[in-house]
């Protein structure tokens, strides 16, 4: 119900997006995997059942990644170019490994308010174009919550979550950034949540100068500006996360 809802808003308001799927996910449901891209819009990997590549070894993220490149090709005929991890998750060889299958683009950090070319080797002769989130601009903290499982209990209305998007809209939009609005069909789905994201997109349209598009149209201009790669450095130290692993490399 979420996704068919959401394409015919995208369909009113002529914007082209993106939709970042699981693999499990296409296998379940391919026919609707199968609308979002007669509906124009770009499929790009999420994972295979949706599992944070830092909680993986090596070897289970490389079969993720395989894995959900499969069931993409399989379901839709898509060879994606982005990727976006769960739980916006990376460990420190996954743009290594996204870089090596061909990927253009990760939509994953939260460490600029545009696009960038990450370095994934030292020397920083190979990158991919990283295009920054933030969780203010995920709906997850506005609307989900599952007993026992995920969220506080607030859920806020449709009109408080707008009201946030919006402030961060125009913050982004003068500083010349990226504004990445994530949205799950479950949940911004809803009628109410809906209508106030389309009055919301609407009003993000009727700004001038503003380019309004999928992240792959983001990540090509950005690679056609030709930055210079950049990276952090890792600080190795004791591994806080729990056994039996996390992705780290650290046996500390």
Known sequence: MGVPRLLDILARVGVQSTFFVPGITARRYPQVVRDIVSAGHEIAHHGYHHEPPAGLSEQEERDALDQGLQALAEVCGVRPVGYR????????????????????????????????????????????????????????????????????????????????????????????????????????????????????????????????????????????????PRSITRVDGPCLKPPPHCGCGSNT
């Open 85 to 228: 991890a769960p739980m916006w998750d990376l460990s420190w060889r996954t743009p290594s490994l996204l870089e090596e299958r061909g990927f253009l683009y990760d939509s994953s950090l939260m460490d600029s308010d545009h696009p960038y070319e990450l370095a994934v080797d030292q020397a920083g002769h190979r990158s991919i174009v990283e295009i920054p989130i933030q969780w203010a601009l995920d709906d997850w903290e506005q609307y989900c919550f599952l007993p026992n499982i995920s969220g506080s209990g607030l859920i806020e209305t449709p009109r408080k979550a707008r009201e946030l998007w919006e402030a961060e809209f125009e913050g982004i939009r003068d500083a010349a950034g990226c504004w990445v609005l994530t949205n799950h069909p479950f949940l911004s789905g809803r009628p109410a949540r809906a209508r106030e994201l389309e009055s919301l997109m609407r009003r993000i349209i009727s700004e001038g100068e503003v380019w309004v598009t999928t992240l792959e149209n983001i990540a090509r201009h950005t690679r056609s500006l030709g930055l210079p």
